[in-house]
DNA sequence: TTTCTATTGAAACAAAGTTTCATTTAGGGT
DNA sequence: ACCCTAAATGAAACTTTGTTTCAATAGAAA
């Protein structure tokens, strides 16, 4: 099963529909594989198909985070980005002064999660951890200059 | 030595110069001791300074981070909050359905986050963890309503 | 006190995200 | 295969959030 296929049968487990503006945006998402805000998607999406809106991948980037379908991260910066969860979970270490970052592969949390969840009565579907600090280049300069 | 003492230092510590404007925003912060937004710190800070400006408390807030003294974090909504490190350190747990949102007090993570530094080369200062997951409410409901 | 430069407020601007509403469409029931 | 209805859509207006510009001000070091 492709990782669409997983992502549209979220969908379909949730009651909601398949639209062909959900499945080019779900598509184009797994393409990408990356963290993209929803600026970078919807001109990837458009490309696809252009009479598809900005208030759609905006709707349906809700819906996915929702579903726990895609993973919101903000990294630091204005605006948030978004990634499948399928696409592999990984964490980020962040340069607090120039914002460079850099994935981190090895998952720093795990079963500590679900012990939270439990205190709370949540059911834990996924977390994110971002890491500050500053990177070798900027910890030669001005503790506030943008390199 | 107070909260605000130890931001004002640190900003002397980085060459940087103690303003009216900038007191004024640390006082604030310092006294709200929660994760407020930059509109409801603007408000707060010209309850008490007037002629404050937005671009103040925009750019004081982002030199406060770049220095560590105020951790930002997005809490799975559209803007981003801020509070001061010195205010405790704490984690959330998030509702992805309706976003209501429970502190954890407990640090789930600690040494790993120096070990990942060590290896990229980083200084690292700070880190942010936030859980996702449903709450007890969105559990028994629809799984996109917003409750 | 003087001087230098960082910092400021105001206002214009840009970017990010939301809402509204008339129209379309997916997909279950028949 | 065809209705029917609620869900979803695109467009555009709008709100909120954050940034830039620039002339004026004010820390703080000498």
Chains 1, 2 share one sequence.
Not at 117 to 122: A, E, Q, T, Y
Request: net charge negative; glycine share 6%.
């Amino acid at each position: 099963m492709t990782t669409v296929e997983q992502t549209l049968q979220a969908l379909r487990d949730a009651g909601l529909k398949i639209t062909a503006s959900r499945r080019a945006i779900i598509e184009t998402l797994a393409e990408m594989n990356r963290h993209v805000t929803a600026a970078e998607l919807l001109e990837a999406v458009q490309a696809r198909v252009p009479e598809i809106g900005k208030a759609s991948v905006y709707r349906t980037l809700d819906v996915l985070v929702r579903l726990n379908v895609v993973q919101a991260c903000t990294l630091g910066s204005t605006s948030t980005t978004y990634i499948l969860t399928t696409a592999g979970h990984h964490h980020h270490l962040v340069c607090l002064v120039c914002h460079r970052t850099i994935e981190i592969d090895e998952c720093l949390l795990d079963e500590a999660t679900e012990a939270i969840g439990r205190k709370f009565g949540f059911l834990v579907e996924g977390h994110l951890v971002e890491v500050y600090g500053k990177c070798p280049d900027c910890m030669q300069t001005s503790p506030t200059q943008t390199t």
